[in-house]
């Protein structure tokens, strides 16, 4: 029988809101990066670079969730489902959180 506690599963029952963090703390500096070097008004196909570059973050947050929801009950055994609704918190805030990139208006509303 696995342990519960301990540092690896304390990681684990903080990677769903670090993962957030992460996404948001990047996604935000990509803004104010983007707004300064123009990045609204390069277009790659349908979207701008600067609704590019934030979306990749968002996804790549979403994505390591996901990958860590399907890891977790292997990792964890029957100790999973906490460290599991922490992914789940992690997931739905990246998501919603990086949603408005794709709708809103950025810097001064000349993006794509």
Do not use: K
């Not at 993962?19 to 123009?38: P, V």
């Not at 489902?81 to 918190?89: D, E, F, V, Y």
């Amino acid at each position: 029988m696995r342990r519960v506690g301990g540092m690896a599963w304390l990681g684990w029952l903080i990677a769903g809101p670090t993962l957030w963090a992460a996404s948001f703390t990047l996604a935000y500096g990509l803004h104010g990066l983007g707004c300064e070097l123009g990045w609204p008004g390069v277009a790659l196909g349908p979207l701008s670079l600067h609704r590019l570059a934030i979306a990749a973050t968002g996804l790549a947050g979403a994505l390591a969730c996901l990958v860590l929801l399907a890891r977790a009950r292997t990792a964890l055994g029957p100790h999973a489902a906490l460290p599991r609704l922490g992914l789940w918190i992690g997931l739905v805030a990246t998501l919603f959180t990086l949603a408005p990139v794709l709708v809103a208006t950025s810097c001064d509303g000349n993006a794509l």
